[in-house]
């Protein structure tokens, strides 16, 4: 696998005009297959609109430890774009002033931002219903400097929900690189060591699963069982819930599909399951996407497009309630991702 960001390596792929005109041309220039657009006016959901905001999704930076094949975000030890603390303050500032009842801190891995602490520290005081932390689990073996992180999460009441492809060595592993299986089972039984995960517990642990392969996600609730089943067995580790998300076709999961020659039955795939349900749910609807650099984007997977937020308001300093709500979302055939079966959103099914 590789050990380097599509930016590092300098593909075509690390440019999003690239993917976009991928995602634009071949089949669904020529017809074969629908456009997002065209297939949501069907139903008359298009234009697609933004309801109100209840989940702010903050990306602090796209360094990670990892370099996973799937990963969205293009993550990885060599990108350099991290999140200032003047950006974070003017985070804070919408944070407090929202009625959003969910906050959403991805990466990259959240952690390596070296004001990450400071934030979570002064993000908890603003007291939001529902504070997450979307850890890599592998961070917190990563280096002695974050082996503290499951005490930090604890105090500040955070919601750990952290990637787990499989329960599997092999199939973990080949998605997310070597030794990734076992520091990720270390860092669970850490977390529930000091109550992440625990039956009863009120400190929340859920697991996100996404396909290794060009395939969607099966039914979430059975996934669900098989994991707990086999890393109590196997581990005896609990968590929550598990969320199963979809692939979506860009960045590395593009570059991917199109190197394994996977990529137009993978787009026929997610145009078959298309379910006109899930359209009503999906994320960009009450969700924003803030990027390291606080600009404002309907979801994270148009962020790493960059498809900036279609209102006046573009950067979390303009943050105007008014402006935002009721805009146009920016869509493109990627969008068939939260669409397909039982739908995908980073909360997992929404149909
Ligand atoms: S851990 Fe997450 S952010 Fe990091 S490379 Fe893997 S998928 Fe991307
Ligand atoms: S990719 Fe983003 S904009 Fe498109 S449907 Fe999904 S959440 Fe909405």
Request: with cysteine; aromatic share 10%; proline share 4%.
């Amino acid at each position: 696998m590789a050990t380097k960001s599509l930016h590092k390596r300098e593909s075509d792929l690390a440019n999003s005009n690239r993917q976009l005109e991928i995602l634009s041309n071949g089949i669904f220039q020529n017809g074969e297959l629908p456009t997002f657009k065209s297939k949501i006016a069907e139903t008359n959901q298009f234009p697609l609109k933004a309801k109100k905001l209840e989940i702010l999704q903050i990306n602090v930076g796209y360094m990670c430890n990892q370099v996973c094949d799937h990963c969205h975000v293009d993550a990885g030890p060599d990108r350099k774009e991290i999140m200032t603390r003047d950006t974070m303050r003017q985070c804070l500032d919408v944070i407090k002033n929202t009625g959003a009842h969910t906050l959403d801190l991805t990466g990259g891995a959240p952690e390596m931002n070296p004001d990450f602490r400071w934030f979570v520290e002064e993000a908890a005081k603003a007291g939001i219903k529902d504070f997450i932390v979307r850890s890599n689990l592998t961070i917190i073996r990563a280096n002695k400097k974050y082996y503290d992180l499951p005490e930090f999460f604890k105090k500040h009441n955070v919601h750990v929900v952290s990637s787990m492809p499989h329960w599997t060595r092999g199939k973990t592993d080949k998605q997310r690189g070597d030794g990734v299986f076992d520091k990720s089972i270390k860092a669970l039984q850490e977390l529930n060591a000091v109550g992440y995960g625990m039956p009863n517990s009120n400190l929340r642990l859920d697991l996100v699963y996404n396909p290794s392969g060009a395939f969607l996600p099966a039914d979430q609730m059975s996934m669900e069982k098989d994991f707990k089943k086999a890393l109590m067995e196997d581990f005896s580790i609990h968590f929550h819930n598990l969320f199963a998300i979809t692939n979506l076709p860009i960045s590395r999961f593009l570059d991917y599909l199109i190197a394994s020659e996977n990529y137009e039955d993978y787009m026929y795939a997610l145009v078959e399951a298309y379910n006109p349900t899930a359209v009503e749910n999906v994320m960009c609807t009450n969700t924003l996407s803030v990027s390291w650099d606080g600009y404002l984007y309907d979801c994270d997977f148009n962020q790493m497009l960059e498809l900036p937020v279609n209102s006046k308001a573009k950067h979390i300093s303009e943050y105007n309630e008014d402006l935002l709500e009721g805009r146009n979302i920016v869509i493109s055939q990627h969008c068939y991702g939260c669409t397909a079966g039982a739908g995908s959103s980073c909360q997992g099914t929404v149909a």
